[in-house]
């Protein structure tokens, strides 16, 4: 998916500089301005932002990268682009281009949930085994939530109903029905960052405690 924006965003790119240099004539700079681009953002991914969230800037940038591939094939058949002055098409081209970009990156913001699901699977069942949470501080500073549930729902599977990020941080998690037995779930969810005091329940209404306070 963010790389599939990032083609998009790319393409974009591509267009709006390609109708831009009209007046110049240098259409070859059109893919090479979107590779340098490309290449800015894998960098700052790697070496400004790191960890889980510059893995996802390095994504976004390889996208742009083949958008900037795609673009140098595209050319040759961009014969019948002459330098010339805008036309009315043009400058509607380069107001709506930016735009769009804006649009897709706002869309992209809204989109992102605030956490991610780092692992999530079925262990054996221990006798009277009680549901309980654990937080660990991984890469970056970041959280990770571990949620495990209790010998009474055996078979069972756990998913991330919602998180709430605002203000004090609220895992809710919904408890599915898998239909066999094959152990008692657990979940563990990635955070930027948690905000006391953490609660953890069940879309039933169920808390479920800190591993210390079981």
Known sequence: MISL??????????LFTLIALKKTGKFHLSPIV?????VFIVLYGLFKVRGFEGMGFGILGV???????VGTWFLPFTKGLKQSEFNRVD???LFIVPVLIFAIIGWTII???GYWINEEGVIVAGKDTPSYYDVF???????LIYIQLGEKYEGKHIEV???KT??????????VDKGKPEGIPFIKIGLDKIVEPLVVQTTDGEIINSKFNN
């Not at 979107?34 to 490309?38: D, E, H, P, S, V």
């Not at 996208?63 to 591939?69: E, K, N, P, T, V």
């Open 161 to 163: 109903k919602d998180v």
């Open 34 to 38: 979107t590779f340098l681009i490309a």
């Open 111 to 113: 989109l992102d949930k």
């Open 91 to 93: 400058k509607s081209i």
């Open 137 to 143: 501080t991984i890469s970056e500073g970041k959280k």
């Open 5 to 14: 924006v990032g083609f998009i965003i790319g393409a974009c790119i591509f």
């Open 166 to 175: 605002i203000g004090n941080t609220e895992v809710t998690v919904k408890v």
């Open 63 to 69: 996208g742009i990268l083949i958008a900037a591939i």
